[in-house]
């Protein structure tokens, strides 16, 4: 299995401008989540799925960040308009009910 | 809440050094217990989990204990090496409320010098 795919694996955009951010699971994996990495905050999750559905998005800091999960082999992260204090590495996993998480290698995004 | 604190780092050691990394967690059901490690530029991964009390996950080396009287999960390892210069999270599960998520700790820095 080729494992948790994202892309792209670096962005930088300038302050205002729309960002997708995009996440393949591992096949058969019933879980998605997206967290978010910064120095400061440390690892922060921001949203999960369950069979493709939203289940627990209280760690979304705002309405510019949205995210969906149309299939089960797809989802993405959009921030809409970006802001500096939105740079970080955002991370997408995925899992069995039950079990380890798998992450994925990660985008690290800049916003200017 | 469900919480876990790792002591603070960069923890330095000298190669073949033992290593110890502090886990200590709370919660309200019967949880699992994971050690996650993230090398420079990566993502995490998976290095040892333990499913119940007194489990010994092990790994690579690294071990820890399930430990429920001290509410504790301990990373160790008898001899480092320069590759094991890495963050690492110490992690739980409890699914008491149904909500499937992992709660994770601060991370540690740890850095192996030759």
């Known amino acids: 299995d080729a494992g948790v795919i994202q892309s792209p694996r670096h962005e930088v955009t300038e302050m205002g401008q729309e960002v997708t951010l995009r996440c393949k699971p591992i096949?058969?994996?019933?879980?998605l989540f997206w967290y978010r990495q910064t120095m400061m905050r440390g690892l922060e999750l921001l949203i999960y799925?369950?069979?493709?559905?939203?289940?627990?998005d209280s760690g979304m800091p705002e309405d510019r960040f949205s995210a969906k999960m149309p299939n089960a082999s797809f989802s993405t992260l959009k921030i809409q308009p970006s802001e500096p204090r939105d740079s970080a590495v955002y991370f997408c996993a995925s899992s069995y009910p039950y079990n380890e998480q798998f992450f994925g290698p990660g985008t690290r995004l800049t916003v200017l | 809440g469900n919480s876990v604190t790792q002591m603070e780092g960069p923890v330095t050691l000298s190669e073949e050094a033992f290593l110890t990394i502090n886990c200590t967690y709370t919660?309200?059901?019967?949880?699992?217990l994971f050690w996650y490690v993230q090398y420079p530029g990566e993502g995490l991964q998976l290095l040892l989990k333990a499913t119940k009390a007194d489990d010994k996950g092990s790994n690579k080396g690294f071990e820890a204990t399930y430990r429920k009287e001290t509410t504790s999960f301990h990373l160790e390892k008898g001899s480092v090496q320069v590759s094991d210069s890495a963050v690492y999270f110490c992690?739980?599960?409890?699914?008491?409320?149904?909500?499937?998520?992992?709660?994770f700790g601060s991370g540690t820095r740890l850095l192996v010098r030759p």
């Open positions: 919660a309200t059901g019967y949880p699992s």
């Open positions: 096949s058969g994996h019933d879980y």
């Open positions: 992690a739980l599960s409890d699914l008491v409320d149904s909500s499937y998520k992992l709660i």
């Open positions: 799925f369950n069979n493709n559905v939203p289940i627990d």
